[in-house]
């Protein structure tokens, strides 16, 4: 389980994605937002950490960034997973 998103960044539409305030996860968090707001994209991006396929986030660069993709997560052990 991921406990908080720290960062998204020149992963599709997110070029530079961090939280503003206390953004905790729980077990059960529900995301929405307008159509084309990067849900699905997102849920995309945690497929590819469970699977621990950074081949899937670099197909899902940003177009227009010069610096690879970069994702952060925050685990409840305390213990950070990053790509």
């Given at each position: 389980?991921?406990?908080k998103i720290l960062k998204l960044q020149n992963v599709g539409l997110f070029?530079?994605?961090t939280q503003n305030g206390d953004v905790t996860l729980?077990?059960?968090t529900a995301i929405y937002a307008e159509n084309g707001r990067g849900?699905?994209?997102l849920?995309?991006?945690f497929r590819a950490c469970q699977l621990g396929d950074a081949g899937r986030l670099n197909?899902?660069?940003t177009i227009d960034a010069t610096n690879g993709p970069e994702v952060?997560?925050?685990l409840p052990t305390?213990?950070?997973v990053e790509f």
């Open positions: 389980m991921i406990r070029q530079d994605a729980s077990q059960a849900k699905t994209f849920a995309s991006v197909a899902r660069k952060k997560f925050l305390g213990s950070h």
